[in-house]
């Protein structure tokens, strides 16, 4: 069994800060990649930002220079500093992780349940 637990969200005004983290627990041999994905009111869920156990990282456009996304791979944590907040960055944010539950398994991706993310004045 592997869980993702997500926390740091809440409402924050715009310009604001906040940070996410993201712990994998459960049976875990390897991780790919842990990232953070969002889904706003009747939209898809788009990639936000993630990054590869081997260093390489990825961010949406729309965050580039206000995300930041970091990882403590011995703990299996994620993070996503968040600043200068806009309320289009209101959604539930999610966790993922790529990875394996042991060396003969395929990768598989996990998710979190979500945090929600609110930016208003």
Request: net charge positive; with cysteine.
């Amino acid at each position: 069994q592997v869980q993702l637990v997500e926390s740091g969200g809440g409402l924050v005004q715009p310009g604001g800060s906040l940070r996410l983290s993201c712990a994998a627990s459960g049976t875990i041999f390897s991780i790919w990649a842990m990232g953070w994905y969002r889904q706003a009111p009747g939209k898809q869920r788009e990639l936000v930002a993630n990054k590869m156990s081997g260093g390489s990282t990825n961010y949406a456009d729309s965050v580039k220079g206000r995300f930041t996304i970091s990882r403590d791979n011995a703990k299996n944590m994620v993070y996503l500093e968040i600043d200068s907040l806009k309320p289009e960055d209101t959604a539930v944010y999610y966790c993922n992780a790529r990875l394996k539950k042991s060396w003969t398994d395929r990768w598989d991706d996990y998710w979190g349940q979500g945090t929600q993310v609110t930016v208003s004045s």
